[in-house]
């Protein structure tokens, strides 16, 4: 079973320019995540879409930052304009709801991540 | 609430134990266990839901106490290859959004 795709894996630009990540989720999971990693952090939650739904954007810049999940498969997340501080991996994840013991989870698989670098 | 892991870097020789734990200040639903090296997307270890749950993968294995609202992932006779940084992620709710809060991260390197 193919993973969770993202590219590009690197990106580097310069302050104040425009940029888009790109993520394809495992086949069939309806939950796709955005996160941020910070060097030396755990991944933060920028976004949460449910299909092709928002279901928590509490986390996200939004007067720099995007995204849409159009048809609810594929996501792009955009940044405009970037700043120093969106230096980070973002990694995008998806789940799927998996019942044990009486309960609902969500166990997630990241993608590879995309390493930006704003200069 | 992000939870609390704790040690922040723990060095082993091939062979010998250890213990990371992760601890919440709120009451939680579940617990996530993944492991990431460097460079590379976090890989996803297991999860762990009710108080006194335990589980196991080969030596690695995790329990919860959800009354303390404590985890601890348990690595037993080292290997290079457990190398990486262990992240735990919490989730306060099964309903509605399903949400994981990542610890800081436990760097662990086994040498030979």
């Known amino acids: 079973e193919a993973g969770v795709a993202q590219s590009p894996r690197y990106k580097i630009i310069e302050k104040r320019q425009s940029v888009a990540f790109w993520c394809n989720p495992i086949?069939?999971?309806?939950?796709l995540y955005w996160y941020q990693q910070i060097l030396g952090q755990g991944p933060k939650l920028l976004i949460q879409?449910?299909?092709?739904?928002?279901?928590?954007d509490s986390q996200l810049p939004k007067d720099r930052f995007s995204a849409e999940r159009l048809k609810g498969v594929d996501s792009t997340l955009k940044i405009q304009p970037a700043k120093l501080e969106d230096s980070a991996v973002y990694l995008c994840a998806s789940s799927l709801a998996v019942v044990s013991r009486d309960r609902v989870v969500y166990e997630q698989y990241f993608g590879p991540g995309t390493r930006l670098t704003v200069t | 609430q992000q939870p609390v892991q704790s040690p922040q870097a723990v060095i082993l020789r091939e062979g010998e134990d250890a213990v990371i734990n992760c601890s919440s200040s709120k009451a939680l639903y579940s617990v996530h266990w993944y492991r990431q090296k460097h460079g590379e997307a976090p890989v996803f270890l297991m999860i762990l839901l009710k108080g006194g749950e335990q589980k196991g993968h080969d030596k690695i294995s995790a329990s919860f106490n959800e009354k303390k609202q404590q985890s601890s992932l348990y690595l037993t006779a080292s290997q290079l290859s457990y190398s990486g940084t262990y992240f735990c992620g919490t989730a306060r709710s099964g309903a509605g959004s399903y949400q994981l809060t990542f610890g800081k991260g436990t760097k662990l390197s086994v040498i030979p």
């Open positions: 879409f449910q299909n092709n739904g928002v279901v928590d």
């Open positions: 086949s069939g999971h309806a939950t």
